[in-house]
């Protein structure tokens, strides 16, 4: 052991008492500081501890491993002692910033105790006889190296060195520690550092043993034994592997083609049998839509080698199941449906609400008059009885004692809460067709009548829509402009998405205009099909177009399709034929109606499809059959009709004698007018005759000189088409751009008053006496809200094998507006004319 107590060059620090100590079985050659020095900071042993100490906390670190690092240790202490005699410190004062940012750079030709710092991005460009970091990874480098310069050795052998540069490196390594006392203090700061580094080792490798142990036991224990290193660490493979245990696991530890195995990520797997196979999917979701198109015209369209269900397959689906009999199968839309795909339309400004411009607020009259009431109980729940739903007015709590949860006719209370869920609750979205520029499609199921989407946008004036017409929309190729109440207009360039509906001449969608507190509204329902997801949206636009130039060529595809965008035939030949026999019962109509049914539709010179179809086509057998029975059916109506006018006029007759007789005040004639009427109706139960009954109303009334016949209104009324059977009749509301028939109702509803709910329930009370026919099923039609005084309600005879309807007002309207929207020239001034006064 070699004590030195103190050294020349010592200062009157407390570095003074240092004890070099060597151990000579480990060669460890450790310092102690043998007396507390002043300046020790504080530390986690107490005062007392630290005093008694024999090593300092570095050396007992270092004693946890008694193997390598010891030796280092050793060497480092030697070379420490050497380099700075008599100074030693057990504390590393240096802070953690400045360690980090630069390392302890040693010359070795200077020899240790010229340290000085560099910054570590210099460390690259340096000197090559400089070596960095610590003394200790130095000496390894040198005892690696063979023939290189090797450090000094300890002074007790110096004696023994003969290596006159050895010498020399330590007579001047002597020299400077001498010259540089003031150094002392920071290499003995480094030598701490070192022993700490020695320490970290030490753990490191204490702990590295550990895991060793560690995945050895576990190998043994897995089934696999190709489980590796890497499975059981995660510090990478390449630095887990220095010490293996058998061969067989150096084996697998150390090929690289099997770590590589199990890193590889696992690639997906696609079913090759199923339903979809084959399918082609367009759309990639995780690419924008532009990607989409580059991506599917880029695609090399292979056919599809799929083999269809064998046949038996299919009939069993579809004709075995019952629930399936008689259906068409479909497949569904999409079982992954992706992101809806939003198309920008140029120009939309959308619009959630109807907005009044300019004059239009200040000319829109309120009418008080107009109110419903219903007195559901909540075991209907607002369903089909409801008199609210029968008038098309949405329930609230001033017209429905139920709570909206019970109600179910509240549809734009639906449609509000819709618009606050996600897209899909909305359930549609604009769409390019193929041939029909943009179109709205279903993005889920409807039910059938369940309100779509409203169909909302600027309230205009027919002024303001003239001038629109001239100077904005001169150019434009689409309008949607659509006629509302009080002669106002919806122009949905600015409007919701229902303005990019389009026309069908078998649509599944129906313009329903509503009263929504004591407002009108118009939306989109759906039609009694109800809609499948994925399917376009489409209503009759049932479209004047006002002149020939803006007739447009219809391309819905259906196999009723009218060929143009117009108005739908006003009457189906075999119906027509016999209510026009009832009405007129004259000879030279009969002959008309033959005429028009061997010329079809295009009798009417209105008739769109006149300019399609030419008359000279052959009637065919089925359609000489149809003639045969509607001839036959004619002939029993004119015999029935004779009958019935014969009966009805003796019936007016002795009415006449008996109002002339009494008072003729206006209300002895409303209830001659009520009688006659009911009797009428009674009568008609019998002879199926279909008719239009007006309400009675005060100026009506008086225009009634003498009790006109039924018959005299009769021929007038136009029997409203009403193709399919039991389903509501549709019945456009007043309209500038009305037809013929609609107009007529026009110019009677701005003299006459409304009708009331009061008086549409006493109507309707008496015409369920009646009748038990369901009238909440039952085809229904109404001019307008403002003008409902023609209500009528659908109902189907069958007579002598003959299929005929009858029309009464016993049911409430639910209105239909006439015109589609967005339909070029839509709306012009001129059609608020007559259409007889317009010629046609
Ligand atoms: C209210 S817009 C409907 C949306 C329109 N497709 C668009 O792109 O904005 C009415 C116009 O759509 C076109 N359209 C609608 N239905 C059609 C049909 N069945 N056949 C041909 N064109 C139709 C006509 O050009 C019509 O003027």
Request: charged letters at 30%; a positive charge.
């Amino acid at each position: 052991m070699a004590r030195r107590d103190s050294s020349p060059t010592s200062t009157s620090s407390s570095l003074s008492n240092i004890t070099v100590q060597t151990d000579k079985k480990t060669g460890v050659r450790a310092m102690s500081s043998a007396s507390p020095s002043i300046s020790t900071p504080p530390t986690s042993l107490d005062d007392r501890a630290s005093v008694l100490s024999e090593t300092t906390k570095f050396e007992q670190a270092i004693e946890v491993d008694d193997e390598a690092p010891a030796l280092h240790t050793s060497d480092e202490a030697h070379v420490a002692a050497q380099t700075t005699p008599g100074t030693a410190n057990s504390e590393g004062r240096r802070s953690a910033r400045n360690a980090r940012k630069s390392v302890t750079t040693y010359n070795v030709q200077i020899l240790s105790g010229t340290a000085i710092h560099t910054p570590t991005k210099y460390l690259e460009k340096h000197h090559m006889n400089v070596l960095h970091g610590s003394l200790e990874s130095m000496l390894k480098k040198e005892k690696g190296t063979p023939g290189k310069k090797k450090l000094p050795k300890p002074t007790s052998e110096a004696a023994e060195v003969s290596d006159p540069v050895e010498e020399q490196l330590v007579a001047e390594a002597a020299q400077a520690a001498r010259r540089r006392t003031s150094s002392r203090v920071t290499d003995l700061r480094k030598e701490a550092l070192r022993n700490l580094s020695s320490a970290g080792d030490a753990v490191a490798s204490a702990i590295s043993g550990g895991k060793t142990f560690v995945q050895r036991t576990l190998r043994r224990s897995m089934p696999d034994s190709r489980m590796n290193a890497s499975q059981l660490s995660p510090v990478p493979v390449s630095l887990k592997r220095p010490r293996t245990a058998t061969g067989a696991e150096d084996k697998y530890q150390n090929s690289p083609l099997q770590e590589k195995e199990y890193l590889q990520p696992k690639s997906k797997v696609w079913l090759k049998q199923g339903l979809y196979v084959g399918q082609h999917r367009d759309f990639d979701p995780r690419l924008s839509e532009s990607q989409n198109r580059v991506k599917k015209r880029n695609r090399n369209s292979k056919e599809n080698t799929t083999l269809p269900l064998p046949i038996f397959a299919c009939d069993r689906l579809l004709n075995e199941d019952p629930r399936h009999v008689f259906r068409d199968f479909k497949l569904p839309f999409d079982t992954y449906y992706p992101l809806p795909r939003k198309v920008k339309v140029d120009g939309w400004v959308k619009l959630n609400k109807n907005r009044f411009i300019g004059d239009a607020s200040a000319l829109w009259k309120r009418d008080k008059q107009d109110s419903s009431q219903c007195y559901c109980d909540p075991e209907d729940g607002c369903g089909e009885a409801c008199h609210n739903r029968i008038m098309a007015y949405e329930c609230d709590s001033t017209n429905c004692r139920l709570t909206p949860e019970r109600c179910g006719n509240r549809p734009f209370a639906e449609l509000r809460r819709r618009a606050k869920g996600n897209r899909y609750d909305y359930g549609v979205e604009v769409v390019h067709t193929e041939d029909r520029g943009y179109g709205v499609r279903a993005m889920r199921t409807f039910e059938p009548n369940q309100i779509i989407v409203e169909y909302a946008g600027e309230i205009i004036t027919q002024y303001e829509c003239e001038r629109r017409m001239k100077q904005v929309y001169k150019k434009d190729k689409c309008y949607y402009l659509m006629s509302f109440d009080n002669k106002m207009i919806i122009d949905a360039t600015r409007g919701t998405i229902a303005r990019f509906v389009n026309h069908s001449c078998e649509p599944n969608c129906e313009m329903i205009k509503w009263t929504v507190g004591g407002e009108p509204r118009m939306a989109l329902f759906a039609g009694p099909r109800g809609i499948m997801t994925g399917e376009e949206l489409t209503y009759d636009y049932n479209f004047d177009p006002f002149s020939q130039k803006n007739i447009q060529e219809c391309r819905c595809g259906t196999e009723s399709c009218r060929g143009v965008l117009g108005p739908k035939p006003k009457k189906p030949i075999e119906e027509k034929s016999v209510s026009s026999i009832l009405v007129t019962g004259t000879k030279r109509k009969v002959q008309d109606l033959y005429d028009s049914s061997r010329a079809g539709s295009e009798s009417t010179p209105n008739s769109p499809k006149k300019r399609r179809v030419s008359l000279g086509t052959p009637i065919t057998a089925k359609a000489k059959k149809a003639h045969a029975e509607t001839q036959a059916a004619r002939e029993r109506a004119e015999r029935e009709a004779t009958e019935h006018s014969r009966q009805i006029t003796s019936r007016e007759n002795r009415a006449m004698k008996r109002s002339t007789s009494g008072t003729g005040s206006r209300r002895s004639r409303a209830a001659f007018m009520r009688t006659n009427m009911s009797s009428s109706v009674k009568f008609t139960r019998h002879t199926t005759v279909s008719f239009k009954r007006k309400v009675p109303k005060s100026s009506a009334l008086k225009a009634v000189k003498k009790p006109t016949s039924v018959h005299s209104t009769r021929p007038r009324t136009t029997p409203a088409h009403n193709s399919q059977k039991g389903r509501r009749t549709l019945k456009r509301p007043s309209t500038p751009i009305e037809s013929s028939g609609a107009e007529e109702s026009d110019s009677e509803e701005d003299t006459s008053p409304n009708i009331t709910p009061a008086s549409l329930r006493s109507a309707s009370a008496k015409l369920n006496q009646l009748s038990p026919v369901n009238q909440g099923r039952m085809g229904r039609k109404t001019s307008s809200r403002a003008g409902s005084e023609q209500v009528r309600a659908v109902r189907t005879f069958t007579i002598r094998g003959a299929k005929l309807q009858q029309r009464n007002f016993s049911s409430a309207p639910r209105t239909i507006h006439k015109t589609g929207a967005g339909v070029k020239k839509i709306y012009h001034p001129a059609q608020s004319r007559s259409r007889s006064a317009r010629g046609r």
